[in-house]
């Protein structure tokens, strides 16, 4: 991949003291666009003061960390390969161990509907936790298929596995599955984050394709379900497919980013079918993208995940804050 | 079987198989797909048109239709539509729809289908093209002309002659074309028994991705996922052959395995001698979970529960230094992560092996034998009837 340079600006620049290997999830605040939660594989867990652009607190784990949540503007909760799910608070930087997996923790989110944490984890379940004491409150299987994504928007839950099945939950009731459904994309699932308007979801698979599909299974509203190609890069005669990382929805308009092992980030009009706009190629893959609460700033995370496994040396793992405007995520 | 008639009668594309709901998109379709010239991009109306339009404008033969099946390429059959596909190929289309066909989203992969099946078939396409037939005015050689051209290029005879007669022999060559000519009506892959049958990666990557499973120990996950590997012919999906997330893949690095504590005594395996114990507190404890959970998948949960509970124990034993005994550690390899469980494919387990014979027999068989078991109830579930 050819790296581009890029001029910093006063719309988009780096973050300052980043970790030291690949960023693995990125996480605004609920409530402001100031802060920002950064996992890593190098183990850590840090929290950046983004109109500072300083680091305000790093904590770790054992082994890395696969993904990082808020609770509010003072917790955090993560997880990875230690298996462990760890609440922090960060105003008395102390740490509590909530309990674990039998396998690393690849997801973790906060269900506010209901005041829990969500794990999805390679062990084949997901498990909610009591937000604040060391208490699993429920063990979820999840088709004996490792959890490889999962978003929570209000009481609407969505898990993707590793056999491209989609399990839709409702979180207030998680006695029983409420949809059962197969990936409409051929190739592993590799994220899903459901409409800020609960509508539907966005599914991103690592065949450069999207795929916009609706919950209610109405057959009116599902005939409205469609899928497209993007981050694919004709380069002579070969046509470069990368996976589609990273998913974030714009919370105000309903559009949402993409970013793919291609190194772009595409903005669109999932209702409309448009792409609203296309930022420049990144200096590498994007692994996670994250919206601000208001949608006025976008944390785009580039790490190379050894897709290809051909670059030498590895390119700088950066945290890009981009201050977008109403002309690329608004529809029009 | 009032519904089952009127999918049969769907129009469909000869040429791709390909399904739609409204002969005027499936006009559009051959036209854009099929019927249009690689050279200028004009859109023609039939097969035939394209090869005289290809041999009179640009002085091109072309013997195949673009983007076809490879036994359905005939270019000089003229099919507009629905119109002028042969009455066998309408019959057997309609014996796969009724035999094989009946989930209902078929429709729904369609467009994914669609996408799938060409760039894959772009692969066989041009590259029978044999450059040999492009000075010979023989090129677009009307249908009387047959036995003279059969002569100029044998491999026109597979397309003259009815196409299924030629399958067996075809199959090695073009393994992505051999599910939608065959004609059984229980397919292999459920999943992809309808409008997907023809989609090339589904299908060949299925059959191929099968003896890695076997090699490599693969995470039981994948029934028909495809590996990753199998698109077509000028795409290349940038993304690590096995149909594994690139978390995982990264994972497996010796770097982020966790370290054995320098203090601690070196992790044995010897205490697994004590899971039995642990493991059933733990899958009583699993079995109220389940207990907890909607009855429909309880048992299977429970079994997956006690097979779990079985793994954790195995992988939290070394950690626990009080029970370790000392004459077991002789010979014992000293890193086996806890993270071992996590992924089944761990060549870690080779380490458990060599303590299976003797007296830590039991302790050492119980991974080995864990697993299968573990697979075979994922292996129950997955069969259960699609989700639909």
């Known amino acids: 991949m050819t790296v581009t340079r890029v001029a910093e600006s006063r719309t988009e620049f780096k973050l300052k003291s980043l970790p030291e290997d690949a960023i693995s999830s990125v996480k605004f605040a609920p409530k402001s666009n100031q802060f920002l939660l950064v996992s890593s594989w190098d183990c850590s867990v840090r929290l950046y003061d983004v109109s500072a652009n300083v680091e305000r607190h790093k904590y770790s784990h054992e082994l890395p960390v696969l993904d990082v949540c808020f609770r509010d503007a003072v917790h955090s909760y993560s997880g990875g390969l230690d298996q462990t799910l760890k609440m922090y608070d960060l105003n008395a930087s102390s740490e509590t161990v909530l309990g674990e997996h039998k396998g690393a923790i690849r997801c973790v989110e906060f269900a506010s509907e209901v005041n829990a944490v969500l794990t999805g984890s390679w062990d084949g379940t997901v498990k909610m936790w009591d937000s604040r004491v060391p208490n699993c409150v429920g063990t979820y299987n999840q088709g004996n298929e490792r959890v490889y994504t999962m978003s929570i928007v209000g009481e609407k839950f969505v898990v993707g596995t590793s056999g491209r099945k989609i399990f839709v939950w409702d979180v207030r009731n998680m006695g029983h599955v409420n949809q059962r459904r197969e990936s409409s994309l051929k190739y592993q699932t590799r994220c899903i984050r459901v409409f800020p308007n609960k509508q539907g979801y966005v599914l991103s698979s690592i065949e450069g394709r999207v795929a916009v599909e609706y919950l209610d299974s109405n057959p009116e509203v599902q005939k409205k379900k469609y899928a497209f190609k993007c981050h694919r890069i004709k380069d002579g005669g070969l046509e470069k497919i990368y996976p589609v990382n990273a998913i974030s929805f714009h919370s105000v308009y309903n559009t949402f980013a993409t970013g793919g092992s291609d190194g772009y980030v595409n903005i669109w009009d999932g209702f409309n079918k448009k792409r609203l706009c296309q930022f420049h190629r990144y200096n590498t893959a994007v692994s996670s993208l994250s919206f601000s609460h208001d949608g006025s700033a976008l944390a785009i995370a580039c790490s190379q995940l050894d897709e290809s496994q051909a670059e030498e040396p590895k390119p700088e793992d950066i945290v890009y804050i981009r201050y977008v405007t109403d002309q690329e995520t608004k529809p029009k | ?388």
């Open chain 2, 1 to 388: 079987m009032g519904r089952k008639k009127k999918k049969a009668s769907k129009p469909w594309c000869w040429y791709c198989n390909r399904e739609f709901d409204d002969e005027k998109i499936l006009i559009q379709h051959q036209k854009a797909k099929h019927f249009k010239c690689h050279i200028c991009h004009k859109k023609l109306y039939t097969g035939p048109g394209l090869s005289i339009h290809c041999m009179q404008v640009h002085k091109e033969a072309i013997d195949k239709v673009p983007n076809s099946l490879p036994n359905r390429s005939n270019i000089e059959i003229e099919i507009y539509g629905m119109e002028g596909i042969p009455p066998e190929d309408v019959k057997e289309h309609e014996k796969q729809k009724t035999g094989g066909g009946k989930g209902s989203d078929s429709e729904d992969d369609e467009p994914a289908a669609k996408k799938k099946a060409t760039p894959a078939l772009l692969g066989p396409g041009p590259s029978t093209v044999s450059p040999g037939i492009l000075p010979t005015p023989m090129g677009p050689v009307p249908p009387s002309m047959y036995p003279g051209h059969m002569q100029m290029n044998p491999m026109m005879q597979h397309f003259m002659q009815a196409p299924r007669m030629m399958m067996p022999g075809m199959r090695p060559l073009f393994p992505a074309a051999s599910v939608p000519t065959s004609t059984p009506s229980k397919p292999t892959f459920p999943a992809y028994s309808n409008a997907t049958i023809s989609a090339p990666p589904t299908t060949s990557s299925a059959a191929a991705s099968e003896p890695k499973e076997n090699g490599e120990v693969k995470p039981p996950a994948a029934h028909s996922c495809p590996l990753v590997t199998a698109t077509g012919a000028g795409s290349k999906i940038i993304h690590p052959p096995e149909d594994v997330s690139l978390e995982e893949i990264r994972a497996r690095n010796s770097k982020y395995r966790p370290k054995p504590k320098p203090d601690a005594p070196a992790p044995s395996v010897a205490p697994t001698m004590i899971t039995p114990s642990t493991s059933q507190a733990e899958a009583v404890m699993y079995a109220q979970v389940a207990a907890h959970m909607s009855a429909a998948v309880a048992a299977a949960r429970q079994q997956q529960a006690a097979a779990q509970a079985q793994a954790a124990a195995m992988r939290r034993a070394p950690m626990m230094p009080g029970v370790v005994l000392p004459q077991m550690r002789v010979g014992v390899p000293v890193s086996v992560p806890p993270v071992m469980g996590m992924l089944p494919v761990m060549p870690q387990f080779n380490l458990v092996r060599p303590l299976q014979p003797g007296m830590l027999l039991p302790g050492g068989v119980m991974p080995m034998g864990m697993f299968p078991g573990g697979m075979g109830g994922m292996g129950g579930m997955m069969m259960q009837p699609r989700y639909r």
